[in-house]
């Protein structure tokens, strides 16, 4: 959640605009399909006018660095190397569009053109490869996440595997609404959370964000700080013991919010990652409280301040993950472990965990205020914007 806004602010860089002189101040949501621009030199082979047509046909958004290789790729397929000066650093569309191009060099067109084509005819193979989601039934009442109770136990599953379980605007209500329904539950003893893939979660979709009014910058800041004090709320205050079920790697909010399960068990395929000031901005999800009192301040600060990814065994190590498994044999152990718990008398497990929680409540939501204050400073600020523009450069 902490770039969930601030990259608002750059996200038009690759989801709006990409295809035309659009510029920062008058971006609209487009279709895939103007990805790229209309006109065409008359030299361009009848491949390259099919790609151009069959790209119209992608089920799925290919991510933002493709869709910038690809106007690039179009770009010096029609006009050759780049002719025109670098735009100013606040057409933040018209830079990420000519950097992109740029850096084609000197590649000929014919080069470009085939690129071009076998870039389109892989992301389409790929698509046609991909497995499909796994579907919740269909008395399923969650878009984007799967919840069974079965036996006491109940799980509920990030289900958006094909973009690694990032998490949108909406996913956020959708989780808030799923641990309200787990407290609610008289059945429910035990609730786990995992995510369907090889992902736990990759943090925040940037994706989200295919309609900013940048005039509104501060109020959707302002807003975004209010769901993230909300979802975080949603974990101090749930009641019943919450199991954190990590199957693979996990990024951002999804590692912060970790110090407050009751267990978190990782396969060893996993790693933990929280780069928050790699990309101008701080800590949330009580992390700036717990991830010290767990580590120590030393190791706390690499993890917090220094980007530092650690592995399963050294979050374990840390005191963030309760215990790794094998990968290999990760699923068939960890459910029975958890299941055996479900067996345990429902009203103990509630009352030892308030007198655990109470102790610390206040002090955990004062800490998760004060993290959503800073973030919408945060979000809002030149420092942010300048780090996440440098983060995509380095990308390319």
């Not at 085939?114 to 009442?141: C, G, M, V």
């Not at 006491?152 to 973009?163: Q, V």
């Not at 800041?221 to 199957?247: C, Q, T, W």
């Amino acid at each position: 959640m902490a770039t969930l806004r601030c990259f608002a602010r750059v996200s038009q860089l690759y989801r709006y605009g990409i295809a035309g002189g659009i510029t920062a101040s008058s971006l609209q949501p487009m279709p895939l399909a103007r990805v790229v621009p209309v006109r065409l030199m008359s030299a361009l082979s009848p491949e390259f006018e099919d790609a151009k047509a069959r790209l119209g046909t992608l089920k799925e958004d290919p991510g933002n660095d493709v869709k910038l290789k690809i106007y690039a790729l179009f770009k010096q397929s029609t006009t050759g190397a780049v002719n025109t000066k670098r735009p100013g650093m606040m057409d933040f569309v018209g830079r990420a569009k000519w950097d992109a191009w740029n850096s084609l060099g000197s590649m000929s067109q014919g080069d470009a053109q085939k690129a071009y084509i076998d870039l389109i005819n892989s992301l389409l193979k790929e698509e046609a490869a991909a497995e499909p989601e796994t579907k919740a039934d269909s008395d399923q009442k969650y878009e984007n996440f799967i919840v069974t109770c079965e036996d006491g136990l109940r799980t509920i599953t990030l289900n958006r595997p094909k973009k690694m379980n990032a998490v949108t605007r909406e996913m956020y209500d959708e989780w808030i609404a799923a641990l309200d329904e787990a407290a609610a539950d008289p059945k429910t003893v035990i609730t786990a959370i995992t995510g369907a893939g090889k992902y736990y979660c990759s943090g925040n979709d940037l994706s989200n964000f295919t309609n900013i009014d940048m005039s509104k910058m501060h109020q959707l800041s302002k807003d975004s700080g209010v769901i993230l004090e909300r979802f975080v709320s949603a974990f101090i205050d749930f009641p019943k013991p919450l199991i954190a079920v990590v199957n693979g790697p996990a990024v951002g909010v999804s590692v912060t919010i970790m110090g407050l399960f009751d267990a978190v068990y990782s396969t060893d395929a996993a790693t933990f990652n929280t780069p928050f000031s790699a990309l101008g901005q701080s800590p949330e999800g009580c992390s700036s409280y717990i991830f010290p009192k767990l580590m120590g301040f030393a190791k706390a600060s690499e993890v917090l301040m220094f980007n530092k990814k650690l592995t399963a065994h050294e979050a374990c190590e840390l005191g963030l993950v309760t215990q790794v498994f094998p990968d290999a044999s990760f699923q068939q152990e960890i459910w029975p472990k958890i299941k055996a718990y479900t067996k345990l008398p429902p009203k103990s497990l509630i009352y030892s965990k308030a007198l655990i929680r109470d102790v610390e409540r206040e002090t955990l939501k004062k800490v998760n205020r004060a993290e959503c204050d800073r973030l919408v400073e945060r979000w809002t600020s030149e420092d942010c914007m300048n780090a996440i523009m440098n983060f995509f450069n380095r990308k390319k």
